[in-house]
């Protein structure tokens, strides 16, 4: 059973950072693309941020380019979310998904 489990959010003010974290479980980890979305009150769940199985390439939300990176470590069947310079319009649940399957979430809010 795939298993994603979120981690890492919370309240921030604007230009700082935080980094989100994805343990999986359930699943052949290095084998697989992975990817975060987000979702903010009243909006669509956008895709942030994707990563290949091989980590090799990365692709990324326009308007988190340049201040967003998502790496991968195989051993330990995490991917994370590092998040520089966060603005309000980063404030969102976000969610690790892999497999068509959804994580839990985590709330990131930023705000002064």
């Known amino acids: 059973q795939v298993q994603l489990v979120a981690s890492g959010g919370g309240l921030v003010q604007p230009g700082g950072s935080l980094r989100l974290s994805c343990a999986a479980s359930g699943f052949t980890f290095s084998r697989s693309a992975l990817s975060w979305y987000r979702q903010a009150p009243g909006k669509e769940r956008e895709l942030v941020a994707l990563?290949?199985?091989?980590?090799?390439?990365?692709n990324f939300l326009d308007s988190v380019k340049g201040r967003f990176t998502i790496s991968r470590n195989n051993a330990k069947n995490t991917v994370y979310l590092q998040m520089n310079n966060l603005n309000p319009e980063d404030t969102a649940v976000y969610y690790c998904y892999a497999l068509m399957v959804w994580g839990t979430g985590t709330q990131v809010t930023v705000s002064s």
């Open positions: 990563i290949t199985s091989s980590g090799l390439s990365t």
